[in-house]
């Protein structure tokens, strides 16, 4: 089975591909609305795992709207979904037989619900695989230390190519960096470097 898998370049979604990997042909996909160069990070955390990558172009006006959307809110919950929820439905309308990604049973966003799920398999004719949906941050924590080598730190000096990435930089030139931290509470991101070799 060949499965297109959407990455930020973190240790979530690349344990996925590494569960996925002994079953299918994985593919990790990087979402891009051109806004930044982002998501060359996604493409070689994937390529340092040795994974063939792929940019999946997002559509542009989609992240302004989730950006005013964010200010709007004055959080990123809902804005981060919608653009979650548009980049399966990109991956899912490639050449893939599935589509998975890195969202775990805890994850308050973005996540992917069964209704989703099943509409996008039904209007794609592709299946959904969710790796880590049955497990929980600190398994997924203890696995990832186990397989992957990884560096974390806040999320505005770490560098990775999820949405948030453009978004933020979205907000800072047209709302300034001031709402871009009023908006983001701080949290700590990753980004695989490599397998753990012993």
Known sequence: MEVGLLSSGGKDSALAAL???????????????????????????GEALGFETQRVELESELAREAAEQMVEDGYP?????????????????LDFDGIADGTR???????????????????????????????GRGAI?????????????????????????EIRALIVEEYG???VAEIFPEH????VTGRRTE
Do not use: W
């Open 141 to 165: 924590d203890q696995l990832a230390a186990e397989q992957l080598q990884v560096e974390t730190g806040p999320s505005e000096e770490i560098k990775k190519g999820d949405y948030e990435s």
């Open 105 to 135: 049973r805890d994850d308050r966003v973005p996540t992917v619900p069964r209704s989703l799920a099943q509409s996008i398999e039904d209007r794609f004719d592709v299946a959904h695989l969710a790796p880590l949906a049955g497990i």
């Open 19 to 45: 569960l996925l990997d002994p079953y299918c042909d994985v593919t990790v996909l990087c979402g891009s609305f051109g806004i930044t160069d982002d998501y060359e990070h996604a493409m070689a955390a």
């Open 188 to 191: 700590a991101q990753s980004r």
């Open 77 to 93: 919950r809902n804005g981060i979904q919608r653009v979650h929820e548009h980049a399966l439905e990109r991956a899912a309308a």
């Open 177 to 179: 960096s001031e709402t």
